[in-house]
């Protein structure tokens, strides 16, 4: 069993940055593969960005590529989202995700965190 929790949202203007971070609960972690996605009002929650358990292969949705940066960090037992030059369509709840092995659609993962609210304005 994998807990999630995330912080790091939070009201930005265009052209801003910000930084999400991801932190797990148990021994596992490190053997996990995570990702995030993100979901605005109405919307589906769509794929942002994934890497396996060693972090050397990422994936990004082609709306984020070149402006966020997916990372890890095995011994703080947290993944991270950084995310440059936002624009008001990245506004979103976004939620990050866990399970053994890579996917690039939600219902891939089985553990899943409550989300943080990142708002951008124009």
């Known amino acids: 069993q994998v807990q999630l929790v995330e912080s790091g949202g939070g009201l930005v203007q265009a052209g801003g940055s910000l930084r999400l971070s991801c932190v797990a609960s148990?021994?596992?972690?490190?053997?996990?593969?995570m990702a995030w996605f993100r979901q605005a009002p109405g919307k589906e929650r769509e794929f942002v960005a994934a890497?396996?358990?060693?972090?050397?292969?990422?994936h990004y949705a082609d709306s984020v590529e070149g402006r966020f940066t997916i990372s890890r960090d095995n011994a703080k037992n947290t993944v991270y989202l950084q995310m440059n030059s936002l624009k008001p369509e990245d506004t979103a709840v976004y939620h990050c995700?866990?399970?053994?092995?890579?996917?690039?659609?939600?219902?891939?993962?089985?553990?899943w965190g409550q989300g943080t609210q990142v708002t951008v304005s124009s």
């Open positions: 148990g021994r596992t972690f490190s053997s996990y593969a």
């Open positions: 995700a866990a399970d053994a092995a890579l996917g690039l659609l939600y219902h891939n993962y089985r553990y």
């Open positions: 890497l396996t358990w060693s972090g050397i292969t990422t």
